[in-house]
């Protein structure tokens, strides 16, 4: 637990750790990032961008305003991106194609390892 990576929340109402295993998703909303886990969400003002630093490959970048966790993903269909928790987020055509590959990509390394 020592080394567990984790994305450090620091704002007016709260100061935590959101460790990365945890995290559904995250997307910018205005000046503020908003991570979502499985049972709750968290917000710190900043860009996006800065978090990447936090998170490992198991994060894509979907577009400017949303990284998701692959490993929490359950399926991929009709342009939605479906969580283990239920929640879900419809993208675009142009980029749920790439968002889709990237998750087969990544199932078939997952298997490899």
Known sequence: MMNEKYIPIINREETCKVYIKNVLFIEQDLRKTIIY?????????GKMDELLKFLDNRFLKCHQSCIINMDKVIKMKEQTIFFENGAKIIMGKEKFRFVKQS???????????
Do not use: G, P, Q, S
């Open 103 to 113: 998750f087969a990509n990544h199932l078939i390394n997952v298997m490899k390892n």
């Open 37 to 45: 886990t499985e049972k709750d969400k968290f917000w710190r003002y």
